[in-house]
């Protein structure tokens, strides 16, 4: 499908005898969710390399992934001058604050929800002006309140 409509198949990975990845998200009436979660085939790196990034013509999200894979592109990024945005969702499970502190550091961007940013704050044990030390802007949803 995606050969026939011309797409690129570069940096696509197939690996054998794994699922991919996949979420299964329960929401109730108020919009709370819990969400189960099979890394499946993101448990191995990945292939893309930022060699080949302009710097001055691209950004990098960043986003959950192979954990190894957001280190190593974070640094990747900040060691070519290439502007990239953290998103750590779901992957913030796996992190430990010093490593998700130095992730953060240098990138143009965090987003996340405001329940992800409260554990980021916890985790790395610094508040939104120290984070905002690390990164240039952050980007929080907020859940909605009841009136």
């Known amino acids: 499908m995606l050969k026939n409509n011309n797409i690129s198949l570069e940096g696509i990975k197939i690996i054998e005898n794994e699922f ?3 979420a299964y998200i329960t929401t109730d009436k108020a919009d709370n ?3 189960g979660f099979n ?4 448990k191995y790196p990945s292939v893309f390399n930022v060699d080949e990034v302009n710097p001055d013509k691209s950004i990098v ?3 959950p992934g192979n954990l190894q894979d957001m280190i190593g592109y974070a640094a990747a990024c900040r060691e070519r001058g290439i502007p990239y945005i953290c998103d750590p969702g779901q992957s913030l499970t796996l992190w430990e604050g010093n490593a998700l502190r130095k992730w953060l550091e240098g990138a143009m961007m965090l ?3 405001d329940y992800e940013l409260q554990l980021i704050m916890k985790m790395t044990v610094l508040e939104k002006k120290e984070l905002l030390g690390l990164t240039k802007t952050i980007i929080t949803t907020l859940e909605k309140k009841a009136p």
């Open 39 to 42: 890394p499946g085939a993101m």
């Open 33 to 35: 969710q819990i969400t």
């Open 61 to 63: 999200l960043i986003a």
């Open 111 to 113: 987003i996340s929800n």
């Open 20 to 22: 991919t990845a996949g």
